[in-house]
């Protein structure tokens, strides 16, 4: 059973270009959130995402934006990119139930370099 | 808005020796405990979590956590680590009116010894 994948595991970008990263989520779960995680610290909040719309979104600018597919996939783009985008971008997926999320599992990860 | 703190950015242990990642926690409403081991260039692994229940939850891998909610502590213990220990390591909360997004403390660096 696949757990969550992430493509591509490695980018690299220049300031003011547009990236987007993508994640297939575990097999039965339906829901799919995204961290942003800066060298040296813990993961940032950016969004989640649930039956195709954004439910939750972190304290990210509007050039963070994302998008979930039927097959519940999704992905996370950023617009005009900063330096300070360099980050490892993680996936989450999870099964949301009454309300509540439930198995969040990590995927490897998208290190994204911005030059 | 709730908030964790892990108050040491780096554990040096030599192999064989106990090991305790202190993690604290602000929430104004009740939490979900979470923490988490990050291997280099890897995602995150969860180690063990606290919903509800006893206070002493058990992970993999050997280590245990211990939930306190007068002190808001959730700290890690591992009464004999392993080379294989040296890790980044995540203290997390999540809020059930906040639709269950993980905040994150910044982390503690594990380093094993020989």
């Known amino acids: 059973d696949a757990g969550v994948t992430q493509s591509p595991t490695h980018l690299i970008k220049t300031r003011g270009q547009q990236v987007t990263l993508r994640c297939s989520p575990k097999s039965g779960h339906d829901t799919v959130s995204w961290y942003q995680q800066a060298l040296g610290q813990g993961p940032q909040f950016i969004f989640q995402?649930?039956?195709?719309?954004?439910?939750q979104r972190g304290n990210f600018p509007d050039r963070f934006s994302g998008h979930q597919f039927p097959n519940y996939s999704s992905e996370l783009n950023v617009n005009a990119l900063l330096l300070g985008d360099s980050a490892l971008y993680l996936c989450?997926?999870?099964?949301?139930?009454?309300?509540?999320?439930?198995?969040?599992?990590f995927g490897s990860g998208t290190r994204l370099t911005v030059v | 808005a709730q908030s964790v703190t892990q108050l040491d950015s780096q554990v040096p242990v030599f192999e064989e020796a106990p090991v305790e990642l202190r993690c604290n926690y602000s929430s104004s409403v009740s939490v979900y405990l979470f923490w988490y081991v990050q291997y280099p260039n890897q995602g995150l692994q969860l180690l063990l979590k606290?919903?509800?229940?006893?206070?002493l939850v058990k992970g993999i891998n050997g280590f245990e956590a211990e939930f306190n909610k007068s002190q808001t502590s959730f700290h890690l213990r591992k009464p004999s680590v392993h080379i294989s220990d040296t890790a980044e390591y995540f203290c997390?909360?999540?809020?059930?009116?906040?639709?269950?997004?993980?905040?994150f403390g910044g982390g503690t660096r594990v380093l094993v010894k020989p």
């Open positions: 606290y919903l509800s229940g006893s206070t």
């Open positions: 989450a997926s999870s099964f949301f139930v009454g309300g509540l999320v439930y198995g969040y599992t």
């Open positions: 995402y649930y039956e195709e719309e954004e439910r």
């Open positions: 997390a909360v999540s809020v059930k009116a906040a639709g269950n997004k993980l905040t």
